[in-house]
């Protein structure tokens, strides 16, 4: 998916210009958790077993990715999955990004972040790479759609603060965390990370879980102590 914006540094293609700075880049269906609610269809091992002969080999993202989307104006791709670190070549990607003058951005369920990892894909995508990770509550009730404590995701967190590298969280909004999110943005504004919010899609075997997930809009009042516009990178 590319998502558009204007902006003075457009590319061209076929004559004609265009402003697509970020390319989100779901580059396997592989995923090392089985999260419920998961949209690509991660959890499903036929799905994933299937999508396989549909992945674009690491030669064909080096032709029909890094070589031409400049032409559409992309500066930054988003590597996103299922979980794309586990791609064997998820390294090699991240180096081939880096050569045709792309920034990286890495979504991750943070279960393979070590620090050793954590060196290598900087070493890899480059200092302005960013990590990002997912988290409901800063509780039990995080699990309630992620197949993975919350201690996972803050270690990761601090994990990038100690080295210095880059971090973004996403926030999914639902019933499940409505009452917990004032101290998730809480906790995220003190340590000035990025963030912004994501409510769920009513999208791949995650879809069946979609109206006992979402929240009427009417709920919103019992959110939030500080409004999204006091965060940085607040969306
Ligand atoms: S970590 Fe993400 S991609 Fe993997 S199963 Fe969970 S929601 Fe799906």
């Not at 002969?53 to 930054?76: H, Y």
């Not at 791609?87 to 369920?109: I, K």
């Not at 890899?124 to 509550?137: E, F, K, R």
Request: hydrophobic share 35%.
């Amino acid at each position: 998916m590319v998502t558009p914006t204007t902006g003075p540094t457009a590319g061209t293609a076929t004559g004609r210009t265009f402003n697509f700075p970020t390319l989100y880049f779901e580059a396997t269906r592989a995923c090392n958790l089985r999260c419920n609610i998961c949209m690509s269809g991660s959890n499903d091992p036929q799905r994933v077993r299937q999508s396989r002969q549909e992945q674009l080999t690491a030669q064909e993202i080096e032709d029909l990715v890094f070589a031409r989307v400049s032409e559409v104006g992309v500066k930054i791709i988003i590597w996103s999955g299922g979980e794309f670190l586990t791609r064997p070549d998820a390294l090699d990607l991240l180096r081939g990004a880096r050569r045709h003058g792309y920034r990286s951005s890495v979504c991750t369920n943070g279960l393979q972040l070590n620090q050793e990892r954590l060196l290598a894909i900087r070493e890899a995508g480059g200092d302005d790479l960013v990590i990002s990770l997912g988290i409901n509550s800063l509780d039990d009730s995080n699990s309630a759609t992620r197949d993975a404590e919350v201690e996972v995701t803050l270690r990761a967190l601090d994990l990038c603060e100690s080295l210095g590298i880059k971090r973004h969280v996403v926030v999914n909004l639902g019933r499940h965390n409505l009452q917990t999110l004032g101290q998730t943005f809480d906790y995220l504004y003190q340590r000035r990370i990025p963030w912004n919010r994501s409510p769920f899609t009513a999208q791949g075997p995650g879809a069946q879980h979609f109206w006992n997930k979402t929240s009427p809009a009417k709920r919103w009042s019992v959110t939030p102590t500080r409004t999204c516009g006091d965060m940085p990178s607040g969306t």
